[in-house]
């Protein structure tokens, strides 16, 4: 651990050296659910949400759990348009969070950022393919972020990250009308691109 990596805000009081699931954090601030791609779902937006975090010792009071209608419907969109193949259908994680169960799909986080990454040949430039031949055959051994040409795990450079399982889960739920804001147009209007020659 690094010296000094953070302060306490005074002598007593330990340093907040702690790293927050944001997810779980929204799901404890009544927020939403976490969907079965487990991206977080708020009534407002669906998956279309950042969070950022406030640590306080000022005592406040909290809101309760979400409790409106329920946002997931277990649709696998999610599932089926994952280019990197990196939801389960069929295996789930389970959670107890202040006492309610929350559930989601077995995420393959290496899939998942390989794909995000644009590692998937109709989505993204000659080579990638070759990626993923590599996880195949070493799945222990296989690094993303080192075998990727570059650190492209950023909202800028991410493919997968609108064009998957977000973009799914949020053309499902502006179908099922489960979203209070609205576009007056749909979200989706043209045929989800693909690279020429693939
Ligand atoms: S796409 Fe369907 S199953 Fe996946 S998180 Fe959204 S509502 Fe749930």
């Known amino acids: 651990m690094k010296e000094n990596w953070s302060k306490p805000v005074s002598p007593d009081k330990p340093a907040p050296d702690v790293f927050l699931h944001m997810r779980i954090a929204a799901f404890a601030a009544g927020l939403g ?3 079965w791609s487990k991206v977080f779902l708020t009534p407002e937006f669906g998956p279309r949400v950042r969070f950022g975090a406030v640590l306080t010792e000022t005592p406040l009071d909290p809101d309760p759990i979400y ?5 997931c419907d277990r649709c696998m969109a999610c599932v089926k348009n994952c280019t990197g193949n990196a939801i389960s259908r069929t295996e789930s994680v389970k959670i107890n969070v202040a006492g309610h169960i929350v559930e989601w799909g077995k995420l393959d986080e290496h899939k998942c950022s390989l794909a995000f990454q644009g590692g998937q040949a109709d989505v993204a430039p000659d080579g990638e393919q070759l ?8 799945p222990h051994e296989y690094n993303p972020f ?12 991410a493919i997968e990250g609108a064009r998957g399982c977000i973009r799914a889960c949020m ?26 020659n693939k």
Do not use: T
Request: aromatic share 12%; charged share 40%.
């Open 146 to 157: 080192i075998a990727s040409p570059g650190p492209r795990y950023q909202y800028g450079r």
């Open 131 to 138: 990626k993923y031949a590599d996880y195949d055959a070493k």
């Open 33 to 35: 659910e976490i969907g």
């Open 67 to 71: 409790s409106g209608p329920k946002l």
């Open 171 to 196: 053309m499902h739920l502006e179908e099922k009308e489960k979203l209070k804001n609205k576009f007056r147009m749909p979200f989706q209007r043209r045929k989800p691109w693909r690279m020429e």
